[in-house]
């Protein structure tokens, strides 16, 4: 193994521009293989943005969880429809595309998937729900090396948006609209 053509970390190559056998990362590579306290040290010092959870790093307890959105993320109708196609893609096969825990995975047996539409989910912290996207939860794996940062926040307000829809009343429909509801 010591004696292969190959480049060693951090030493000197004549063969790219810079001299440098470390390559620089791409633009929007996504670390792998880390916690998101490491990536909040590595990436920014934002604990809502990256982590979810104010004070110390590890394991929060109940009292750290941030609420409402990071003050970078903003939730227009863009970024509520970036969180509906992530969810689809990487959340719905399990909690089901109405967030009821109804997804085709139910059909090949994974029962214990949850509906968003409790009242323990809806009070939960937009920071806990973030957490739990970054860094799973019990038999849920984490997403942190398949989901940016910003991505996973467009997707906790996609989660918001369908407890919501769960939650609505007549008075949600604008009073012009009402008489389409054969009200
Ligand atoms: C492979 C199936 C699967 C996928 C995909 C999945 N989940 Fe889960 N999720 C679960 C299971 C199972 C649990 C229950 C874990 C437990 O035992 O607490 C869970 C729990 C949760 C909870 C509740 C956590 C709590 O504290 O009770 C939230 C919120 C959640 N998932 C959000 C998401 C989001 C958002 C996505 C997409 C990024 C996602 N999940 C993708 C299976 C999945």
Redo the contacts with the bound molecule.
């Keep these: 193994m010591d004696r292969q053509p190959k480049f060693k970390p951090q030493s000197e190559s004549r063969f790219f521009a810079d001299g440098n056998t470390d390559r620089p990362n791409p633009a929007n590579v996504v670390a792998r293989g880390r916690s998101v306290e490491a990536d909040a040290r590595f990436l920014g010092e934002d604990d809502h943005m990256y982590r979810g959870y104010s004070g110390a790093l590890g394991l929060p307890d109940n009292t750290q969880w941030l609420r409402g959105f990071p003050e970078d993320v903003d939730v227009s109708q863009t970024f509520l429809q970036r969180g509906q196609e992530?969810?689809t893609i990487?959340?719905a096969?399990?909690?089901g595309a109405l967030g009821d825990g109804n997804?085709i995975?139910k059909q090949y047996g994974?029962g214990?998937?949850?509906t968003?539409h409790s009242d323990?989910?809806r009070d939960?912290a937009e920071g806990?729900?973030f957490n739990?996207?970054t860094n799973g939860?019990?038999?849920?794996?984490g997403?942190a090396d398949k989901?940016q940062p910003a991505d996973?926040w467009a997707?906790?307000a996609y989660?918001r948006a369908l407890q919501r829809a769960q939650q609505g009343t007549v008075d949600d429909v604008p009073a012009a609209n009402r008489s389409e509801l054969g009200l």
């Design positions: 992530r969810f990487f959340c096969p399990c909690h997804g995975t994974m214990a998937t949850p968003f323990r989910i939960m806990e729900i739990t996207i939860r019990n038999t849920m794996f997403y989901i996973r997707i906790v989660v």
